[in-house]
């Protein structure tokens, strides 16, 4: 069985590319990857709990953690790593069991404290300098989440 008992994502960078698109109205709107969704299914059907923490807010998160069945939503998360250890205590695990993709200097903390990490090749620099860190081929919005997911799966992490 997998060491990994929450997998945990942040949404801008991430399961999009990042960029913020707005209609003639005024209405946001954001472009995911089906096959991060279906890396999501994956991580349910052996077990693993799964987590959107994301510093936005928006309903459009809210309707794509819903279609995913995402365990635990987080939005308009200031301190990522604090919402992170208030899982630990809910899940009963510790930070080495929980694995987390992000892409941007508000996911520094968070990455540095996890056992597995991961970031979108098009992640900031500072991120991409974390020790440790697993720097994949695909950007942000272009299936990283499910290449971080197959590639946990596959070292059966």
Known sequence: MTKIKLFATDVDGTMTDAGMYYT?????????????GMGMQLLREMGIKTAIITSEKNSIV???????????????TKNK???????????????DEIAYIGDDINDFEL??????????????KKIKQIPSIKIL???????????FIEYL???KA
Not at 24 to 36: L, S, Y
Request: charge should be positive; aromatic fraction near 8%.
């Open 111 to 124: 990455l540095s404290a996890v056992k597995y990490k991961a970031c979108p090749n098009d992640a900031v």
């Open 137 to 147: 081929q695909k950007k942000g919005g272009e299936g990283a989440v499910r290449e």
């Open 24 to 36: 003639d109205n005024g209405c946001e709107i954001k472009k995911f990857n089906t096959r991060d």
């Open 81 to 95: 790593i604090e919402y992170a250890e208030f899982l630990c205590k809910e899940l009963g695990i510790t930070m």
């Open 62 to 76: 809210e309707k794509r953690a819903q279609k995913l069945k995402i365990d635990y939503l987080s939005m308009g």
């Open 153 to 155: 799966l596959k070292t």
